[in-house]
């Protein structure tokens, strides 16, 4: 919709337990159920489990930064419009087109993810269909393209329809996941044993291993400030709700470390871990019951998961296209409001292409992506840590309806942990998993369509926009400065 100024605005829709399925159902995802047998394997049970609650420590220091800055800028775009504040045009754009890569880059695998899930869940019985061709030893199916763009168009509809029916979706499939996921740990640990707990820990090339798994598994928190525009509860709410999903994702992956643990003894679990054809945690239900219908049930939970991550991200790098096309960073097509559903229908449409398309890469193809989504998050990250940090000092009087204690400390540190899981992909620097050459590839090509794009848009009508126009774009009549 379209206030009296002409500034483009959601519908606020969303309440309590929508931002919670949301923030909650994202962080979660799919990765668990493929990666929680080799996170065992790697770290050992507990070294594991505190490498995932170590993670989830330092996510929260970056979670207090965004949990003081969303409720005092309760603004579509989140880090968009923390940077834009803190540091200015520039800082702002660069922030925002990568937050979008990080977005986009996890959406585009999760179409391949509801691939995988389906063909074990009917194997045998889903045909593969002609091989349409091959990239990196993965074939592109037809099986594999229609599953992917199926999915990919579902969930555009469900949000191009708006944040509540997105919502309603998001709630049904997260709350269908945890019901999956806790009777696999009711059931693991009354059949498992103590024994198939050992070893506790490995070394501390293990330990590495699983946490360079923490960033992308914790990826979806972030999503609460692209939909603070339209959530309908207390500000100061906001940040208690942010921090709530944080701790409950540490206590799933966690508790899902100690299940997959306790369930399967190591030399079975390590024949799945090495199986192409396994899905991890779905094969050791069905070994803790002795039963390959477990394994069906325990694949339909984390197909929810798929779907909840795929709609979240769907949801942030909508928010990120229509918040920088509203404040003429981008074409002013991506800034349209659905005047029914009061969705970014342009937005939502272009995110919807995107994953329509990225399944032609392939499953293997798509890895580098997700890779390169990671980097894309933990810069977005570093980037909303010197937001907060700046904003501390440059405006003391600015309302924050949620205020961190120790405000200094806690932003040195965000950064820090920012800076931490940005050596993890660096180069050359004795990083133990730094990024391939053709990841770098996408997130350079990535950084130089975005140069292009910007320019376009400065030497364009958009770039003659005046300061105090951007400004109301930003943040409307309530939050801007002047």
């Not at 168009?153 to 509540?164: D, E, L, Q, S």
């Not at 939909?227 to 508790?255: D, G, H, R």
């Amino acid at each position: 919709m379209e206030n009296s100024g002409g500034r483009q605005e959601l519908q606020r829709s969303l309440n309590m337990k929508d931002v919670l399925a949301l923030a909650f159902g994202t962080m979660i995802g799919w990765g668990w159920i493929m990666l929680a047998g080799s996170w065992v394997g790697n770290g050992g049970s507990i070294g594991a489990m505190i490498a995932f609650g170590f993670g989830g420590v330092m996510a929260i220091f970056v979670g207090l930064t965004y949990a003081e800055l969303t409720p005092a800028l309760p603004l579509s775009g989140g880090e968009l419009v923390f940077a834009y504040r803190a540091m200015g045009y520039n800082a702002s754009w660069f922030t925002g087109w990568m937050i979008t890569l990080a977005y986009l880059g996890v959406a585009a695998w999760e179409g391949p993810a509801l691939a995988r899930a389906l063909e074990f869940l009917f194997a045998g019985v889903l045909p593969q269909g002609a091989t349409l061709w091959t990239i990196q030893e993965s074939n592109v199916t037809t099986t594999f393209l229609l599953i992917s763009i199926i999915g990919a168009v579902v969930m555009t509809v469900i949000n191009y329809r708006g944040a509540k029916a997105s919502a309603v979706f998001q709630t049904v499939a997260t709350v269908a996941m945890a019901i999956g996921g806790i009777s696999f740990a009711i059931c693991g640990t009354a059949t498992g044993s103590i024994d198939n707990f050992m070893p506790l820990f490995t070394d501390g090339k293990g330990f590495v291993a699983v946490m360079l798994a923490v960033p992308a598994m914790f990826v979806g928190f972030d999503v609460i400030p692209q939909a603070a525009e339209e959530m309908n509860i207390p500000l100061s709410k906001i940040a208690k709700v942010l921090i709530i999903s944080i701790c409950m994702a540490a206590f799933w992956y966690c508790l899902m470390i100690f299940a997959v643990a306790i369930s399967t003894p190591g030399a079975v679990l390590d024949g799945f871990v090495s199986d192409d054809t396994a899905v991890p945690v779905a094969n050791c239900f069905a070994y803790a019951m002795n039963n390959p219908i477990f394994g069906k049930i325990m694949i339909i939970a984390a197909m929810c998961g798929i779907l909840t991550s795929w709609n979240g991200f769907v949801v942030g790098a909508s928010r990120v296209i229509f918040s920088m096309a509203r404040a003429k960073m981008l074409p002013e097509l991506f800034s349209k409001v659905h005047p029914q559903y009061g969705s970014p229908v342009g937005a939502v449409v272009l995110v919807g292409v995107f994953t329509c398309l990225s399944p032609l890469l392939g499953r293997s193809a798509l890895v580098w992506l997700v890779d390169a989504a990671a980097f894309g998050t933990v810069v977005a990250y570093f980037m909303v840590s010197m937001s907060f940090f700046f904003l501390r000092r440059k405006e003391p009087e600015l309302e924050r309806p949620f205020y961190t204690k120790a405000g200094t400390f806690v932003g040195i540190m965000a950064m820090l942990v920012a800076l931490f899981f940005l050596w993890l992909y660096l180069p050359g620097l004795g990083s133990p998993a730094p990024l391939t050459t053709i990841e770098w590839g996408l997130v350079g090509g990535w950084i130089i369509l975005g140069v292009i794009l910007f320019f376009v848009n400065k030497m364009g009508k958009n770039g003659k926009t005046p300061a105090e126009e951007i400004e109301y774009l930003m943040f409307g009549d309530e939050y801007k400065r002047f």
